[in-house]
Structure formats: structure tokens, C-alpha cells
């Protein structure tokens, strides 16, 4: 059985700080964190992951090249 994540991508500048929230059924965390972090490189913008529960799994930015 898959559990849900929900990983929040924060953006300060636009809509008043409020960001976009997405809905996950993954398999574990670290897959979680490994799409969050995907997230983090292409949009430039702070991911956090969290547990159905909404408890923070962690949270990644961008990795600079």
C-alpha cells in the first residue's frame, strides 16, 4: 500500500508567498525527496515534503551547477 505525500513548493514572490501544493502516493520518503529535489532544480524554488499527517519529511532548494 502506497502512503501519501504531499510535497509543497514554495514561491515568496507570487501570490501573496502562497505556493502550490502536490499530492503524492509514493512508496517511501527518499523517493519523495528524490522528485522534490527534481522540483527544486527546475523551478529554483524551496520543496518541502510532508507526511499525510502534514509533519515535514524535509526540505530541499535548488543544487547550484
Given at each position: 500500500?502506497?502512503?501519501?505525500?504531499?510535497?509543497?513548493?514554495?514561491?515568496?514572490?507570487?501570490?501573496?508567498?502562497?505556493?502550490?501544493?502536490?499530492?503524492?502516493?509514493?512508496?517511501?520518503?527518499?523517493?519523495?525527496?528524490?522528485?522534490?529535489?527534481?522540483?527544486?532544480?527546475?523551478?529554483?524554488?524551496?520543496?518541502?515534503v510532508?507526511?499525510?499527517?502534514?509533519?515535514?519529511?524535509?526540505?530541499?532548494?535548488?543544487?547550484?551547477?
Open positions: 500500500m502506497h502512503k501519501v505525500v504531499v510535497v509543497e513548493v514554495s514561491n515568496p514572490a507570487a501570490f501573496a508567498g502562497r505556493g502550490s501544493l502536490i499530492t503524492l502516493e509514493l512508496t517511501d520518503n527518499d523517493a519523495a525527496l528524490g522528485i522534490a529535489q527534481k522540483i527544486a532544480d527546475e523551478t529554483g524554488r524551496r520543496v518541502t510532508r507526511d499525510s499527517d502534514m509533519n515535514v519529511i524535509g526540505s530541499v532548494t535548488r543544487i547550484s551547477h
